[in-house]
């Protein structure tokens, strides 16, 4: 295990739900992403938080709305999703004083919208 | 030029074949350059990372060649075995920031 949760594993929702995912690290890192994973798609990066603070939202459509009330708690909060967003959900941390930029993921959500 | 492109998008391998795997990048500010590794079912995990300064680092059975001047850089899978099949995926970033740039990865198959 690398130290990341997610929950849940799977998920499918309507169109019209309301749905949050959640990540717990464990690792006393201070800096956590999210990440969604397509097929043939590279990881595209959606939000960063620092110390709480989020400090990169990558184009991201408000359907999607991140919390992050900890450091080591991360929420994704999806609304009113559309059928294209549904994909491998990751999360990720790191520690940003730490030599390198290595992160460690979580096994994803799997989310499915119908 | 913030991509990092890989190639091939899936390769098939004996058990003892020597998988290459290519990346290439045009921003020339990148510094940091890993490999991960993701098996079905699980997030991708840190396998090796190079910086610009060696052109070349090995650890175990995996090694990445860096050519600088042509900005690529390649794994090596050495005696490859079939637990070696996965999904790999090579990224980039600047410094010590957030953003790690990944490429579309590759699916590795090795048989027995």
């Known amino acids: 295990e690398t130290g990341v949760t997610q929950t849940p594993r799977h998920l499918v929702m309507g169109m019209t739900n309301k749905k949050s995912l959640k990540c717990e690290q464990h690792l006393g890192h201070n800096a956590m992403y999210w990440y969604k994973q397509s097929a043939k798609k590279p990881l595209e990066l959606m939000f960063v938080?620092?110390?709480?603070?989020?400090?990169e939202n990558n184009s991201v459509p408000s359907r999607f709305s991140p919390e992050c009330p900890n450091s080591s708690h991360l929420f994704l909060h999806l609304h009113t999703l559309q059928p294209e967003d549904s994909a491998l959900y990751l999360c990720?941390?790191?520690?940003?004083?730490?030599?390198?930029?290595?992160?460690?993921f979580g096994p994803g959500t799997r989310l499915t919208v119908l | 030029q913030q991509q990092v492109k890989q190639s091939p998008q899936s390769l098939i391998v004996q058990k003892g074949g020597i998988p290459i795997i290519n990346c290439a990048y045009e921003n020339t500010a990148f510094d940091y350059f890993p490999w991960y590794q993701q098996f079905p079912g699980k997030g991708p995990a840190l396998l090796i990372a190079?910086?610009?300064?060696?052109s070349e680092k090995k650890e175990g059975r995996f090694t990445i060649s860096f050519n600088k001047s042509a900005k690529q850089f390649s794994l090596h899978i050495m005696d490859s075995q079939p637990g070696d099949s996965a999904t790999y995926f090579c990224?980039?970033?600047?410094?010590?920031?957030?953003?790690?740039?990944f490429g579309t990865g590759t699916r590795l198959q090795v048989f027995p």
């Open positions: 190079i910086r610009p300064d060696v």
């Open positions: 938080y620092n110390f709480k603070e989020q400090t």
């Open positions: 990720a941390s790191s520690d940003p004083k730490g030599s390198g930029n290595e992160q460690f």
């Open positions: 990224a980039a970033s600047i410094g010590n920031t957030d953003k790690l740039i």
